[in-house]
């Protein structure tokens, strides 16, 4: 998530200094075509574009599997890029994201 393709997220990245949040995103992918019942409008070609990676996933793995997936990705990201923030920070951060999401 950016403030690109999230810009309800702008104020929060700001806050923190991050020019981005990585964020496991659900999404069907059928044919090639991705349906986002997110009910965020976005182009799907510009969607694309901003995928870090894309992982199959089963319907029962979109819970304890997604979110430990997740903050393992989160992990690694904080280590490679010098994040200034423990995953526990880093969570809350994305909590505050969600929430500035679901204002909007």
Known sequence: MNSKNTPAIKDV???????????AHNYLR??????????ISVDETEFE??????????????????????????????????IPYTLDVLWEIRE?????LAQN
């Open 30 to 39: 059928n044919h090639n075509y991705i349906w986002d019942f997110a009910g």
């Open 49 to 82: 574009l901003d995928l870090l990676e894309e992982v199959e996933i089963s319907p029962e793995q979109i819970t304890d599997y997604k979110i430990q997936y997740h903050k393992d990705y989160l992990l690694r990201w904080i280590e490679t890029n010098k």
């Open 96 to 100: 505050e994201c969600i929430a500035a």
């Open 13 to 23: 990245l700001s806050n923190y200094d991050l020019r981005y949040i990585p964020e």
